[in-house]
């Protein structure tokens, strides 16, 4: 259970770092700070997914509360207007906890308010409760009333609404219900109460400032409407409740809601391959990413605003799903998946307006084969790997022999070459306007381990399926993508790899992307090198919150993620640090270190920070990216899958050595005949 005191909460700098996030397995959700301040575009009560898991909207913005105790109003809700942070509830605000959900006490006057709020699983839809806890008065109040004060946005997510005349303020009212359309287009928002009275209005409040998206350099300001006011009776009632959902709903069912959902959250939390508190904490964290798609299930990449990118997926995936049990869940991410590959790709990203996908990565295909792999070494899955997916694997290997989009080919060597002008198709896929920040193109190092990777999946699958001729073939090939590799990757004067290699001189630039060609269960290099490419990325990227993507020796490094979005994108992959490449990294050591005690001590010792960030930023999660240079303040989205899966991922499989059966605690024992590295040149090996 997270939770913080008076000291956090009325301190506002400290609570306006935390944010806590309630979503709803359709893709939308709610979102705010600890003191109910928004800070972001994104933030609001309901942020509805009307596509899911896109299309998302953020219909209701806030509740502006005011308590009045014997006529004299208190407000608990915050705001921050130009040059002033108006009212001030926050001060009043004595503890937030997270239990499973968000429930804020408020003491005014010796009057004790707990307040909670959580979504409906599979719905969009939001429940705030608000209770009276206790009262600490000499004299009791004769009146003790709760006015509420609904305030909508109605608009894309990503944008921001202001004050205009189009807007409907037709109010349509039901016993214990109320109801609003402002625009046509979107839905109907509907309020289901307890409240004794509602008075219509028909204001606009405005100037709303949201201090991130200022740092962001995006537009910052807002206007939201406020239809009615609720006022609820907490001396006759002791509870007031509203369910906000795009459905209609009854208020009689919001205690029934709660109760369900904390339901839903303890049998999600049994599923924790550990019972210590950091692996119960992102096996819960784990369940807010997996969202449907359809009948089918996929995982929304980061929150607040990313939706399912098929790269994110595929590395997400072993670590969301597979230690914590949810084997359905991966089988059926990966038959989503294998549906829309076209042209031996997988998509990169299904946009927000659902739209077709964009097949623009030369990565996330090859993170399909890992994915599977990991799904078939925990479930002995085979039946479902032949008939779903095996042949849109070998259409894969296909496409990638002879070409398809920007220039993705193996070339004589027997290497993954790709890349076009003007496109981003590895994971560092930074880009403003024409400028691509690092085009990578030729072959990168994590695109060859990949490649190898899929290959030896492939020769190991293909006899599952009687497919000789097949298992001969991706044999010959990784055998040769293997010589090749070696021969013109490595860096000896640096004693690591090279990141690309191309036409030109390679690039010596010291990034993380080499410690894939160790971690991936399939690796090029011999023990010698291996433990050197780690070593190698310990001493220059590892911090105590992941590996910074650029070496501070280099002068392209850019240690401070700041800025409008041109310095951003210029800096997110120039030195930022990505925690989910602990992961990788974190298998790399152990398996050089041959899974010794000693190693997984070292590798737990690494995760400690990050442990401690589960209260901080996206509470219960992990962020995106933290800044390169001290203090590394975290940025980006405050809850990304990949963090938390690789983390996940790593700590059970890695630190604490629980993997499935038949999978090797040393990956690199899958590696059988390995040729040696030097000298140069050698025969082609073979492998068994």
Known sequence: MIQFNNETC?????????????????????????????????????????????????????????????????????????????????????????DPFPIFTYEVEGIVIEKTVFMVYGENTTVVQYELKLTNRSQPPKSLRLEIRPLIAFRDYHSTTHANSGLNAVVEQGPELAAVAPYPGLPTLYFAHNAMELQKTCDWYRNFEYDV???????????????????????????????????????ARATQYR?????????????????????????????????????????????????????????????????????????????????????????????????????NTVDATLWFFEAARAYLAYTGDEAFVRTELYSVFTDIISWHTRGTRYGIKVDASGLLASGEPGVQLTWMDAKVGDWVVTPRRGKPVEIQALWYN?????????????????????????????????????????????????????????????????????????????????????????????????????????????????????????????????????????????ASDAARRRAAEWLLPLQDHLS??????ISEIFDGDLPQRSAGCVAQAWSVGEVLRAYVEDVKGIRPKGQSENREAKDKNRPAAEPFPAPLPTRS
């Not at 998302?56 to 105790?69: F, H, M, N, P, Y």
């Open 213 to 251: 998206e200022r740092e962001r350099g995006l537009d910052f300001v807002e206007d939201l409407f406020n239809h009615f006011i609720l006022r609820f009776d907490l001396l006759s009632d002791g509870k007031a409740s509203i369910v906000a959902s795009i459905e209609h709903r009854e208020v």
């Open 10 to 98: 009325g301190n506002l700098d400290a609570a306006l770092r935390r944010e806590w996030l309630e979503t709803n397995g359709l893709g939308g959700f709610a979102s705010s700070t600890i003191t109910g301040l928004n800070t972001r575009r994104y933030h609001g009560l309901l942020v509805a997914a009307t596509k899911p898991p896109v299309g998302r909207e953020v219909l209701l913005s806030k509740l502006e509360e005011t308590l009045l105790i014997d006529g004299q109003g208190f407000d608990l809700s915050s705001n921050r207007y130009p040059g002033v942070v108006h009212p001030q509830g926050f001060r009043y605000l004595t503890n937030l906890c997270l």
């Open 616 to 621: 901080d930023a996206g509470l219960g999660h």
């Open 454 to 594: 899929a290959l030896c999946i492939m020769e190991e699958l293909a006899p599952k399926f009687g497919d000789d001729v097949g298992q001969k073939r991706y044999r010959n090939m990784a055998a040769m993508a293997n010589w090749a590799f070696n021969r013109l990757f490595w860096n000896e004067k640096d004693n690591c790899l090279y990141d690309v290699v191309n036409d030109g001189p390679p690039d010596a630039s010291i990034r993380p992307n080499q410690i894939f060609a160790v971690s991936l269960p399939y690796t090029m290099l011999s023990p010698d090198r291996a433990r050197r490419v780690v070593e190698k990325v310990r001493e220059h990227l590892l911090t105590p919150y992941g590996l910074r993507s650029l070496a501070p020796s280099d002068p392209q490094y850019r240690g401070r993620y700041m800025g409008g979005p041109v310095e951003r994108d210029g800096a997110y992959h120039q030195g930022t640090v990505w925690p989910w490449l602990i992961g990788p990294f974190i298998t790399a050591y152990v398996k050089v270190n041959g």
């Open 259 to 359: 109760q369900a959902e904390i339901e839903r959250r303890r049998i999600a939390a049994q599923t924790s391959p550990l019972k210590d508190e950091f692996a119960q904490a992102l096996t819960a964290a784990s369940e807010q990413y997996i969202v449907a798609r359809g009948d089918k299930k996929t995982i929304i990449a980061g929150y607040h605003w990313f939706s399912d990118w098929g790269r994110d997926t595929m590395i997400s995936l072993p670590g969301l799903t597979l230690p914590t049990g949810k084997h359905d869940v991966a089988r059926s991410i990966l038959s989503t998946f294998a549906r829309h590959v076209d042209q031996g790709m997988l998509p990169n990203r299904f946009p927000d307006a659902g739209e077709t996908p964009e097949y």
